[in-house]
């Protein structure tokens, strides 16, 4: 068998290193071919030296420069800016496309590879919430299959392997609640950004911890739910399952429910992805059921948690909500990351732009057209831009 040709976008984030973990236990199962990365230039001159990409990606031309000066000839292709990372993400030599860039910075190039009729492992999941339709369209017109690495969409997509489309009665996405689940509401008020980004159950970056805080971070997931497996809203219930267990579940017409569960571990779903059909033989702990105990499920607090009730306004109305709610979204948790707005200011803020973008979109404003159609990747990404600057404004008091 020859080696799968992997090119890992986001190399040195989250999603990044444990793909890069994964591939350091099958050396001859896999075989990196390209890496990028937006500015963590130590980590990924060590990451090339290790893994000999032929081609590599980083944010700017002056780390691009800093890494030619380092790295001995011959050395990797070295691309930068956005433009590079098209170059680098559409690059036919891969066999998978790792797409583990975060936010809408990642749309882009998953497009591209995407376009190229590339299979992709998909954990940006603003890919999906920003441009769903766009994306499950060319995907099925490029023949590129798009494996989920994000847990709850991994779990479905396995729970739903033989199974018929027509049979699903609901698809119930879990939800770990985050490390406010238990924080009465009235306590909501004192909470810090320590505590907010503590997760109890996963490690994760910071922006995708604080989503989890707010629990946005699910409702983002029923907007990928819906395009991914394309499915009604309507028919995507979150529920509240502290252990992160049970990955998420699929409930058939016949009253079945199939779920996929595991130790609460990224690097499983990646797995998949990366080895499908096949199963990896993965090092490290193992889940023994006899010592699992009680798993517990609870419906969402709705009341503690606005973000989620904002994002499913936004996934029912479709069209540009769910672009100008991540931009929102994005804006808002960085403002709040930087200690400049409170906890609750994230759901606030979103909420006022989400009231903004209703208004617009009536006045069918023509400098706006995007706020009324997504027809294009750029229609999608100038959505997110307008609601990441309307809320960069009112935080700023414009
Ligand atoms: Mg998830």
């Known amino acids: 068998m020859t080696a799968k040709r992997l090119t890992v976008l986001g190399s040195t984030g989250s999603i990044g290193t444990n793909t890069l973990d994964i591939v350091r236990q099958f050396p001859d199962k896999f075989q990196v071919t390209?890496?990028?990365?937006?500015?963590?230039?130590?980590?990924?001159?060590?990451?090339?030296?290790?893994?000999?990409?032929?081609?590599?990606?980083?944010?700017?031309?002056?780390?691009?420069?800093w890494l030619k000066a380092r790295l001995p000839s011959p050395r990797p292709e070295i691309l930068s800016g956005t433009e590079g990372l098209i170059q680098l993400a559409s690059n036919r030599n891969a066999d998978l496309v790792v797409a583990g860039i975060v936010g809408a910075a990642g749309l882009r190039s998953t497009y591209a590879a995407i376009e190229n009729g590339r299979n992709i492992a998909l954990a940006n999941k603003e890919t999906m919430v920003l441009a769903g339709e766009l994306i499950m369209a060319k995907a099925k017109q490029t023949g590129s299959l798009i494996f989920p690495a994000d847990s709850e969409h991994n779990a479905i997509y396995q729970s739903l392997i033989g199974h018929q489309r027509s049979d699903i009665?609901?698809?119930?996405?879990?939800?770990?609640?985050?490390?406010?689940r238990d924080t009465p509401l009235?306590?909501?008020?004192?909470?810090?950004?320590?505590?907010?980004?503590?997760?109890?159950?996963?490690?994760?970056?910071?922006?995708?911890?604080?989503?989890?805080?707010?629990?946005?971070?699910?409702?983002?997931?029923?907007?990928?739910?819906?395009?991914l497996f394309d499915i009604p809203v309507s028919q995507i219930e979150p529920v509240i399952h502290r252990e992160s267990i049970v990955h998420s579940l699929v409930e058939y017409t016949d009253g079945s429910f199939i779920a996929q569960m595991g130790l609460p571990d990224m690097r499983t779903p990646i797995a998949f992805c990366l080895a499908y059909p096949d199963r990896l033989p993965l090092e490290g702990p193992k889940m023994k059921m006899s010592e699992l105990g009680?798993?517990?499920?609870?419906?969402?607090?709705?009341?503690?948690?606005?973000?989620l009730s904002l994002a499913i306004t936004a996934a029912n109305l479709e069209g540009a909500a769910p672009a100008v709610l991540n931009g929102a979204n994005e804006a808002a948790v960085a403002a709040y990351l930087d200690g400049k707005i409170h906890f609750m200011d994230i759901a606030r803020i979103i909420s006022?732009?989400?009231?903004?973008?209703?208004?617009?979109?009536?006045?069918h404003d023509e400098q706006f057209p995007f706020l009324n159609k997504i027809e294009t990747i750029e229609d999608a990404l100038d959505a997110d831009q307008w609601g990441r600057q309307i809320a960069q404004s009112s935080l700023t008091g414009e």
């Open 186 to 227: 009235e306590a909501f008020q004192d909470i810090t950004l320590d505590e907010a980004l503590n997760h109890p159950n996963w490690e994760m970056g910071s922006k995708i911890t604080i989503d989890s805080a707010t629990m946005m971070n699910k409702g983002l997931e029923i907007i990928e739910a819906r395009w």
């Open 34 to 65: 390209a890496l990028s990365c937006h500015n963590r230039i130590q980590k990924i001159h060590e990451q090339i030296e290790e893994f000999q990409p032929q081609s590599v990606c980083v944010g700017s031309e002056e780390n691009a420069q």
């Open 352 to 363: 006022e732009i989400m009231e903004q973008f209703e208004l617009k979109k009536m006045q």
């Open 169 to 180: 009665e609901k698809i119930i996405l879990t939800a770990s609640g985050g490390p406010f």
């Open 294 to 307: 009680k798993l517990h499920f609870a419906p969402v607090p709705f009341e503690k948690f606005p973000c």
